[in-house]
């Protein structure tokens, strides 16, 4: 086994490289790819579960099998699913303030008009979708989450 040096047996040191070398390999594409079955989704999550198992050993943190959120709350670290999440929300945010310019992707955005007063404060409507191929296409899974996420603003 390779010894690691003194520095290396902070936290820090191991958050640090975990979201340097780890985390955007598994997050690479996650505005376009973002797993709605259950098994992917978890597949993906087991990769920071065992780096905040390896890291709860290290720094002495305890926690329960398989519970690893007094782990996550001391590191800071969110999970992926979460990341994704906003991700996406950042992305649609972006192409509405014009930061990215996409003609097309605009136009797939649909905005909610109210035809009345309503208590909705939905801004986007989302259309039927009668297949979860449908409901995850990216632009209407932004739109969704950005309907249901209460601290979405798309104002500059």
């Known amino acids: 086994m390779v ?20 985390r ?18 978890l597949r993906l999550e087991r990769v920071q579960r065992k780096f905040m198992r390896y890291d709860s050993f290290r720094l002495n943190i305890p926690c329960e099998p398989h519970n690893y959120g007094p782990v996550a709350s001391q590191l800071g670290l969110v999970s992926l699913a979460e990341r994704r999440r906003i991700s996406g929300i ?16 605009l136009s797939l955005i649909c905005f ?22 449908l409901k995850n296409e990216p632009i209407t899974r932004m739109m969704s989450n950005a309907n249901v996420d209460p601290s979405f603003l798309f104002c500059k």
């Open 112 to 133: 909610k008009v109210p035809q009345r007063h309503s208590r909705s404060v939905a801004p986007f409507y989302v259309p039927f979708a009668s297949t979860n191929y």
């Open 3 to 22: 010894q690691l040096p003194n520095s290396f047996r902070l936290g820090l040191s191991y958050k640090v490289l975990y979201c340097a070398l780890v």
């Open 90 to 105: 950042k992305f649609l945010n972006s192409l509405l303030q014009g930061d990215i310019d996409s003609p097309y992707l």
């Open 24 to 41: 955007p390999i598994v997050e690479y594409g996650a505005v376009i790819w973002d797993p709605h079955d259950l098994n992917d989704s």
